[in-house]
T-cell receptor, first 113, second 109 residues
Framework: DTEVTQTPKHLVMGMTNKKSLKCEQH?????MYWYKQKAKKPPELMFV???????INESVPSRFSPECPNSSLLNLHLHALQPEDSALYLC????????????FGDGTRLSIL | QKEVEQNSGPLSVPEGAIASLNCTYSDRGSQSFFWYRQYSGKSPELIMS????GDKEDGRFTAQLNKASQYVSLLIRDSQPSDSATYLCAVMGNEKLTFGTGTRLTIIP
């Protein structure tokens, strides 16, 4: 069982829809991350939150909007996505940013019609 | 461009043998190194962390780090069919975790 919980597990949405991915951890970690993983590729970093503040945005298109309401929660708001955005979206957390291992949730498999 | 390189495989190893997975990295300032296991359709699972030169053992797994050669490896002893997965090497630098492309390991019964 993972200690990082992501919902939903699967999401199918049209290009005009708005949806949100949610991530929760109760390990007291102060760093949280969003990654995107395409089939047969490694995870690619999208966003890093450190102490609830956005510290890294890897030039992600504005149709992806992250939010960190508190130290345990991380959201990814989706709007006007493209078919190429279909992927596995992974949330991870670590005690702090830098040198600490990151623990991943089970991911949300997103399909854009 | 900071790079982490792995042989993509597939690497086939008989059950009970030692599987050896290798990784090289380009950023000499990297301080933290991790191995993740990822089953098909699942998320990456942390199996080893290593921070200093030498060997670190955890059960059937041994991670080896050589910072001078910029080389990290993972040995799996007494390989089991359940070890069949993709193994991702990950290197931390500038607060970002960079993954290698992964090595697909198949354990043959």
């Amino acid at each position: 069982d993972t200690e990082v919980t992501q919902t939903p597990k699967h999401l199918v949405m049209g290009m005009t829809n708005k949806k949100s991915l949610k991530c929760e951890q109760h390990m007291g970690h102060r760093a949280m991350y969003w990654y995107k993983q395409k089939a047969k590729k490694p995870p690619e970093l999208m966003f890093v939150y450190s102490y609830e503040k956005l510290s890294i945005n890897e030039s992600v298109p504005s149709r992806f909007s992250p939010e960190c309401p508190n130290s345990s929660l991380l959201n990814l708001h989706l709007h006007a996505l493209q078919p190429e955005d279909s992927a596995l979206y992974l949330c991870a957390s670590s005690q702090v940013v830098s040198n600490q291992p990151q623990h991943f949730g089970d991911g949300t498999r997103l399909s854009i019609l | 461009q900071k790079e982490v390189e792995q042989n993509s495989g597939p690497l086939s190893v008989p059950e009970g043998a030692i599987a050896s997975l290798n990784c090289t990295y380009s950023d000499r300032g990297s301080q933290s190194f991790f191995w993740y296991r990822q089953y098909s359709g699942k998320s990456p699972e942390l199996i080893m962390s290593i921070y200093s030169n030498g060997d670190k053992e955890d059960g059937r797994f041994t991670a080896q780090l050589n910072k001078a050669s910029q080389y990290v490896s993972l040995l799996i002893r007494d390989s089991q069919p359940s070890d069949s997965a993709t193994y991702l090497c990950a290197v931390m630098g500038n607060e970002k975790l960079t993954f290698g492309t992964g090595t697909r390991l198949t354990i043959i019964p």
